[in-house]
């Protein structure tokens, strides 16, 4: 690209160029001018000598001038014109002496040009050879790796500029103490160590190759790769040494990172399987050992498709991949394993590693928003993941497992991760199993409750029932006689009738002792209540296979009521409808909660999408003792109802337009009156 002339400049005089245009112009000038004078005084002196030996200046000029080319034209320019001159002098008078003069002037203008010639050639190698030396210069100074050269006995003579980028100190420091002041900048523990191999390895005079922490000048050490080749002459003498020096740091220390984890992991199971069979000993149970199941995976094809997914969800690739289940089994089956040990095979069941590592497909049987942000915080922010998860064996078992996830670094660019995985099936299942147990016991202290209390009511309503049944007989008899005695029948009629009441209001107290006891009623927050009731049935919904979706309404008012009571209201009606679920898809077992209401009076809708309520059972599901649940009592219903009604409010049910019932209760608004 052409410059244009600043206007200053050209004022101020004139630039180097046209310096260098009027030299040239003034040595052609001269250069022709002597020319034409020595060619003038050959022809037309009459001198008789070897004039023509002044060319040779005129050379000299031409070689000033130009180069190569100016030369060889000017040599044989003025060779012509020495023969012309000579011609024109000496036609018809050539002697010895004539044509020897003659020959001295050729042979002194050949020589000169060859000289002007050999010099020009040097000139030129000693230039391409500043610029071969500048070039390769600039690239010693340019490349990532410290470059480095040292005498035959390894003291070091050079060191490029890369050396004062990553140490900090000058290239002086690094050549100091007669080139073997690099040797103490070494980390201490290894100085010694790094002596010694560096003088055997100078020994050999064989290519080497070692590792060493270098200080820098801040105090902290980075791991370099050193390595050198020896150059000989041709009877094989060392006559140097070439090397370079590659700061691999982040990849020794991602190295160490994984040795001391896996030293850690075997610690670990070492601990684990100790602990296990001390508790073998002591509780001479019979526990299956558990294993860490260690894998290097290969997820850059899961990188790679979690980047699709969010271009093509618009930034969200969580909600993409939830809405495309084909993408997600695509993306995770892009995984990839490249080594396990064996108790990973242990865990997968598999053959050998081999049929382990030819595995394909999905490992997490789980596909959630969970699942998916985890693998966006694995690539996106190089997080370490530990959780639980669902995985596929491949004797077709589904075992839970506690995993912990942490990227390791890939000489390839590629991404790797280092996957620790521990079974806690058993773990889980003895949960459960402790679970199960203390329902079981709740469930036995229910029914002994109950049955104290059926005892109870026997008991009370024993002497009203047999005074009834003594009435009636009576009643019976005085109706047999002839004729009847209508007065007596109807007085043992009217005894019948009182004892009947009577056993009514034992009921009645009893179901109002139930609902009526001592309560603690209190303004509270209707919203929250039924967040925190479908939180304790969150293990019903999971064993279920359902989930809830609480809706609340903003801005709505408290209303006044038993805590307790009516957080056992919700998680009843709740946990019925999760049973009502059962013959429901997986995918469909929603339980809808929704919570609205204005000024006098909120409404809670507890929706299933079950196979609703029989039109015949609808009028009865809340009279006592009426189940519809295989061992159910028929209690459940009715205390809700009377809960409810306790609080002034009341509930009702319906069968979904769709599929399903709703359970709908409505409390009255509190209104800050205390009476």
Known sequence: MLKQADPLSQGAGPTAAQRGRVARFVSACAAFALAAAVFAFDTFSGYESAIAVLYAPVLVLGAVLGGRLVVVVGAIVCSTLAVVSFLATHVG???AGNTGRLLVALVAIALTAALLLSRLSLHQARAALSESEQNLRIMADTVPQILWQAL???RIVYLSRRWMEMTGAPIADGLADDGLAF????????????????????REGEPFEFYRRLRIT???YRWLQLSASPLRTETGQIVKWAGVATDIDEEMRAQLAVRATNQTLEARVAER???LARSERRYRSAFEQSHVAMLEMDITGVVEALAEARVAGNGDGTGYLMAHPDAFDRCVGALRILDANHAAVQLFGAKDREALLAREGRLMSTRTPEDIDRYYALVDRRET????AELRVMDGRTVKVLFGVSQIAAPDGRCHVLVGMIDVTARDRAQELLLAAQEELARANRAATLGALSASIAHELNQPIGAVMMDAQTAARWLEREPPDLGLAKRA???????AERASGILRRTREQLVKRRRALEPIDLGEVVRSAVALVDRELKGGRARAEVRVAPGLLPVEADRIELQQVIVNLVVNAVQAMRDTPAGERVVRVDVSGGDKRLTVDIEDRGSGIAPEHIGCLFDAFFTTKPGGMGMGLQICRATIESFGGTLVVRNNETAGATFSFTLPA???DPS
């Open 93 to 95: 008078a050539m002697d």
């Open 152 to 154: 035959p006995d390894g």
């Open 183 to 202: 040797l103490n900048w070494f980390h201490p523990e290894e100085q010694p160590t790094a002596v010694e191999q560096w003088t055997e390895l100078i």
């Open 218 to 220: 801040d105090g902290s």
């Open 273 to 275: 399987t100790a602990e």
């Open 385 to 388: 993941i530990e959780a639980e």
């Open 493 to 499: 009629l009217a005894r019948v009738a009182g004892n």
């Open 670 to 672: 509190y209104d800050g």
